[in-house]
Structure formats: C-alpha cells, structure tokens
C-alpha cells in the first residue's frame, strides 16, 4: 500500500488526477472503474482541465461506475449515472457507448448484476478502479458485515450512509433504502486501486481501512490485501495515521 499524505481537498485531486492522466497516457484505451460522490468530483474537474488544455484524450476509454441506486432513472437527477454525465462524461471525449453504469431500474436486479459483471469481463477487467471512503469505511456500497466474495449485487444501505448521503436530497425519506453496487470481489480483481479521502469525518474510516485488522466491519480494511493501491489523503482525513508516516509525502509498506 502507497499513501500519498497531501494538504487538503485541491491537493488530493491534483494528485488523484495526475495518476489517472499517466494510466491513460500510458494504455489510451484503459478501462476505469469510478466512482460517484463529493470526494472525486475534484478530481473529474482536474481531468476535464487537462483534457481541455493538453488533450487528454478518453476516445478510447472504458468506464464502469461503482453503483447506482435502486429504481432510479438515468433522467433523475439524484441518480448517479445522472451524476456522471454531470461531472465527467458530458465533458470529455469519452464515447457514450463506453460508458457503464449499474442499471438502477432493471427488474431482476440479480440478472443485472451478472450482466455487469460479464461486461466489465469482457472489456478485459478494471485497469484502475477509482473509490471514496464512507464514514462506515463502505467501498461501493459494500456496508459493514458485506460478505467479501461478492460481485456485483444488490445492496441494502446502512443507516449511517443513509444519514450521510441525505445532504444530497430534500428529506432523509427520500434517500433510496437499495442500491446495486460492484462488490468487493470486483473492486479486488482491478489491477489497481485508488482511494481518496478528505475530510476529518473520514479520519476514523482511514485509520480503520489502513491500520486496522482485515475484517468485514469495515470493508475497506480488504484493500490491505491488494497489491497496489494507493491511498491519497488530505491533512484531515490523515489525521489518526501514525505521526511517523507522515514525515514522509509518499509513505509505502
Ligand atoms: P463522499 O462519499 O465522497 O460523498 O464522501 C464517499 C462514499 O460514501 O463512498
């Protein structure tokens, strides 16, 4: 694991970007796994920059979103692929056929899970898997107590994310109860793996996914078995990493 220890939210996502931008320079037709939420949206705006001023180029780019919320339509505004096409998709050269996101309205929301499943197979498996930290240290909506070998499938929210995710909509009813999300085993199989976390109220699910013992408690904690992830962190979220890391800006073991 590589923990990159930055100053704040604007810091993390130049760095989130910069490792994004090499995979891309370096396999221009790289699949990537993304993620929804405040914490990359710094981070799509830095790609969106770079796309603009020197060309990035995503025509070739594969991407599969981590989840989406059950019975939500493209068109919503609160869905994720909504949130996508927002923050990123609509603002580079990504081509819309290239671009997956779990289908909240399917019926049989295990078919679909399989379907995503076979698809992310067949563009030939996550290159670079983007991911934010909930508060309970979720990946995905993989919540505590998640069963480690799942692919992607119907998930039902904790209470914490729902609390957590209610910013986002008029009324904590309102937030969706179901998602469909990748599971553990699909973030596990990329090849790499980015995390990003800022913010104090991260700080506990850090430690819990870096520092604490391997347990589905907390689902991040998995990522201590990944042979390349790396962590970028803001003073903030770093705060209960241990004081001798942080002498260093890149911190590996
Ligand atoms: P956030 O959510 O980026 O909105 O903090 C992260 C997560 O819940 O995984």
Known sequence: ?????????EAMSREAAKIVSGQLYLKPASVLGLATGSTPVGLYEMLIQVHETIGLDFSSVTTFNLDEYV???????????????EHLFSRVNLKPENCFVPDGMAEDLAAEGRRYDE?????????LQ??????????????????????THKVRLDDETIRANSRFFARAEDVPRYAISLGIRNI???????????????????????????????PASILQLHRDVTVIVDREAAAHLPAEWKREAVYTF
Not at 1 to 9: G, L
Not at 71 to 85: C, I, K, L, T, V
């Open 71 to 85: 019975g939500m339509s493209p068109e919503n505004p609160q869905s994720y692929h909504y949130f996508m096409q």
């Open 188 to 218: 596990m199989l990329a090849l790499r793996v980015l995390l990003l976390a800022n913010g104090a109220k991260k700080a506990e699910a850090v430690y819990k996914a870096v520092c604490g013992s391997v347990t589905p408690e907390a």
């Open 119 to 127: 698809r992310i197979r067949q563009a030939g498996g996550i290159d």
């Open 130 to 151: 983007v991911l934010g930290i909930g508060q309970n240290a979720h990946i995905g909506f993989n919540e505590p107590d998640i069963k480690f070998e799942a692919m």
């Open 1 to 9: 694991m590589r923990i990159i220890f930055t100053e704040d939210y």
